[in-house]
Structures are given as C-alpha cells and as structure tokens.
C-alpha cells in the first residue's frame, strides 16, 4: 500500500493561486492513478480531479475546471494540485488519494493522505 502525505496549503486571498504536493512513498508510484478530493465544514468529502498512472488522461469537477490542473512526476513520486483563481468556496481540508484502478480513484480510493488545509479569504 502506498503512504501518501500532502503539502502545500494555506491562507491565500480571492484570485490567489496555491500548489497542493502530494509525496508517495511505498509501492511503485507509477502503478496507481492519483486523485484530489475536498471536504469543506460541514459536507462530504468529494472528488476534485484525478490523473492516470501515466498522466496522460485527467479528470475534474465540472466546479473547478478552467482553474484548477492536476499533474504528477513519476520520477518524484508526487502528484501536484495547481489552483488557481481561488475563491472563498474553495476552502476546504484537501486530501491525496490513490488507487490501482484509475475508475476507484474517482469514487472509492483505498489510500488516502491526512489532508492539508485550502482557506480562501474574501
């Protein structure tokens, strides 16, 4: 199983932009489809974007796309959550999350992260 820990969050303003990290370590990073889930006080935790094994196919929710990218490096371990034009409903506890099955990762990923805080300030 794959350990996964995120960085990179923060209070950044409207209009900001942040760069979530997620480290892998464990198992060959390459084998497993990564994604970004959100959960804001109060709501359920929901999927942001995925990315394929190898990077070539991403997914996102229709509320983040234009704004959000999600990439990763193979060679790094680490799979990256650019966001930008940030707005005060993007503010959140963010999660890193993987799978081997690149359709799991979107709903019912078996490793998750501890999360790191998104506040946007208006």
């Known amino acids: 199983q794959v350990q996964l820990v995120e960085s990179g969050g923060g209070l950044v303003q409207a209009g900001g932009s942040l760069r979530l990290s997620c480290a892998a370590s464990?198992?060959?990073?390459?084998?497993?489809?990564m994604g970004w889930f959100r959960q804001a006080p109060g709501k359920e935790r929901g999927f942001v974007a995925t990315i394929s094994r190898s990077g070539g196919t991403t997914y996102y929710a229709d509320f983040v796309k234009g704004r959000f990218t999600i990439s990763r490096d193979n060679a790094k371990n680490t799979v990256y959550l650019q966001m930008n034009s940030l707005k005060p409903e993007d503010t959140a506890v963010y999660y890193c999350?993987?799978?081997?099955?690149?359709?799991?990762?979107?709903?019912?990923?078996?490793?998750w992260g501890q999360g790191t805080q998104v506040t946007v300030s208006s």
């Open positions: 999350a993987a799978d081997l099955s690149a359709l799991r990762v979107r709903s019912s990923p078996a490793s």
């Open positions: 464990g198992r060959t990073f390459s084998s497993y489809a």
